[in-house]
T-cell receptor
């Protein structure tokens, strides 16, 4: 089965600094999703990547999928208190189509220090 | 506004008791999912359903049951056979096919009395 490893597990960053979160898969990624979760709440969809080398940005967050489609990174520029939370990567189980549920990493806890 | 509604937000279960968690969506999505989230373990798939009247076991289905009688609804029952039910439960839905992001509800926190 596919496993997703996220690093780091937790991150404390001073407000205004940049940061990167990584998500590495044991198998080829057919669809990679980034979500954000505030403690005790549901997941908010951020971005989806499917093609090798793909890069997407929204406001100050950029996500990339490497050419081999086994690693993704999430980069936040000039971090703000609103960026604090848990970031999770999720992946489609296989390429065969259908909605079989996602495999998730364990999450990265991000704390922004004023 | 379209979305996914989970209820209740907090739920307590007594020993030997079955409890049912509600999940309703008005996004017209075909597929629905239940995940369990434990501290330090991320989300794990319990059950999923791609169409009405059909559902499949996920990675940790033991001790749980579901039904999908309506497109909008996918309730999860935590049975007395689930010996460690304390967790945060998340329901999600998505359109069919790859490349369709799942949308999540706000979750139900289940605790044992």
């Amino acid at each position: 089965s596919q496993e997703l490893e996220q690093s780091p597990q937790s991150l404390i960053v001073q407000e205004g600094k940049n940061l990167t979160i990584n998500c590495t898969s044991s198998k080829t990624l057919y669809g990679l999703y980034w979500y954000k979760q505030k403690y005790g709440e549901g997941l908010i969809f951020l971005m989806m990547l499917q093609k090798g080398g793909e890069e997407k940005s929204h406001e100050k967050i950029t996500a990339k999928l490497d050419e081999k489609k086994q690693q993704s990174s999430l980069h936040i520029t000039a971090s703000q208190p609103s960026h604090a939370g848990i970031y999770l990567c999720g992946a489609d189980a296989h390429s065969g189509g259908g909605a079989d549920g996602l495999t998730f990493g364990k999450g990265t806890h991000l704390i922004i220090q004023p | 506004d379209g979305g996914i509604t989970q209820s209740p937000k907090y739920l307590f279960r007594k020993e030997g008791q079955n409890v049912t968690l509600s999940c309703e969506q008005n996004l017209n999505h075909d597929a629905m999912y239940w995940y369990r989230q434990d501290p330090g373990q991320g989300l794990r798939l319990i059950y999923y359903s791609q169409i009405v009247n059909d559902f499949q076991k996920g990675d940790i289905a033991e001790g749980y049951s579901v039904s999908r009688e309506k497109k909008e609804s996918f309730p999860l029952t935590v049975t007395s056979a689930q010996k460690n039910p304390t967790a945060f439960y998340l329901c999600a839905s998505s359109p069919q096919g790859l490349g369709r992001p799942q949308h999540f509800g706000d979750g139900t926190r289940l605790s044992i009395l």
